[in-house]
């Protein structure tokens, strides 16, 4: 029989220290984790080998439900599949159990709570996506910005430049946004 911890988070620069607290409490033999959306939950490396470890009798804690993922029907077909196994998985904050014998309440509790999860990522992409539209409409957002200038793109560029073409119509020409011409210009191009 194993404790096993399975601890995610959305994105490189969080941390999953307040995931690690429950080492201890549970003394966790096997630790799972990622950095990764929540958005899928069956697709995920760590979820995978976390599914192939598990065996008859042992436990799966998990910080809450949305630590594990946020979409229902994957959310539910994981626990079901840790279930059939003979393993149990608990979701510290929601304090819901699952495995043995589970009664409606739990149950119910699970679907509400995972239906909530799945509807609080929907509306944080919808603000984003609204976000996005409104900085974009405003010249303040594009998908170039991060665009890299081969060697031969820099150089006409700068030719352009001596030329006497405004920076504006060098943006444009080349689809980059401000930052990226200066970033590859030398001080005495600007």
Known sequence: MSNILMMRVSTQ???LQRQEVLKEK????????EHISGKSVKDRTAVKAMLDYIRE??????LSLDRLGRNLKEL?????????????????????????????????????????YEFERENILERQRFGI???TAEGKYSKERSKKLNPVMRENMLN???????????????????????NYQPTTAQ
């Open 57 to 62: 009798g042992d436990n799966v804690y998990c």
């Open 13 to 15: 620069p969080q941390s």
């Open 76 to 116: 539910k077909e994981v626990v079901e599949e840790i279930t059939n196994k003979g393993a149990s998985i608990h979701f510290e904050k929601e304090n819901l159990t699952f495995g043995g014998e589970n009664d409606a309440i739990q149950k119910l509790m699970f679907h509400l709570l995972c239906a909530f």
């Open 26 to 33: 549970y003394a966790i033999d096997k630790v799972f984790a």
């Open 160 to 182: 352009d430049r001596k030329i006497g073409m405004s920076v504006a119509d060098i943006i444009k020409k080349y689809h980059i946004s401000r930052k990226t011409y200066y």
């Open 133 to 135: 539209r409104k900085a």
